[in-house]
């Protein structure tokens, strides 16, 4: 979720600085900055996941199963899932402040409809379907699937082409939706 916010607070504070215009004059391609953009994003996302592991293994008593070393590619294209909704936040607003809580009207309501603070097994049946619509609910499903219930990397498939079809969507509805100035 890092990546959402990352994103948003990002994009949002390079317009308001003129920073983005000042790099478009810069000897560097836009390319080589997004790049470098989204692979702090994904190193920082790697470093946390790490972090939460090792806490859970040392505090917890968490016990990996299954293949756990495909959360590493499930997490990249969940990271990149969630800073295109960032992006989105940054395309949508003005300021700082606005990408921010605009991310945050996106991201924590998902976080309660995905089932990443209870299960989702006693709720209604369309609120299990709606939440099915949630990138986070595949997100979180695949990393169970993999981590905890012992399944195998097949079980990350449909997780992974679900979190990356929902990247380029938003992708693209935010480039579309971006503007260069915030006036």
Do not use: Y
């Not at 946390?48 to 090792?54: D, K, N, R, S």
């Amino acid at each position: 979720m890092s990546a959402a916010f990352g994103a948003a607070a990002t994009i949002q504070g390079w317009r308001q600085s003129r920073l983005i215009r000042r790099l478009q004059l810069a000897p560097v391609s836009t390319r080589t900055v997004v790049g470098a953009r989204v692979s702090v994003t994904i190193g920082i996302a790697l470093v946390q996941l790490v972090i939460f592991v090792g806490i859970g293994v040392a505090a917890f008593g968490l016990t990996l199963t299954g293949s756990w070393w495909m959360s590493v590619p499930l997490l990249v294209v969940g990271t990149m899932c969630f800073m295109a909704i960032g992006l989105l936040a940054g395309a949508l607003t003005k300021t700082t402040e606005g990408a921010v809580n605009a991310a945050d009207f996106m991201v924590l309501p998902m976080a309660f409809l995905s089932g990443s603070f209870f299960p989702l097994d006693g709720t209604p049946g369309w609120l299990q379907a709606f939440s099915g619509l949630l990138p986070l609910k595949h997100l979180n499903d695949g990393m169970l699937d993999v981590m905890v219930r012992g399944e195998g990397p097949s079980a990350v498939l449909v997780p992974i082409a679900v979190l990356l079809a929902f990247a380029v969507a938003v992708t693209l509805i935010s480039a579309k939706l971006f503007r260069w100035e915030t006036t």
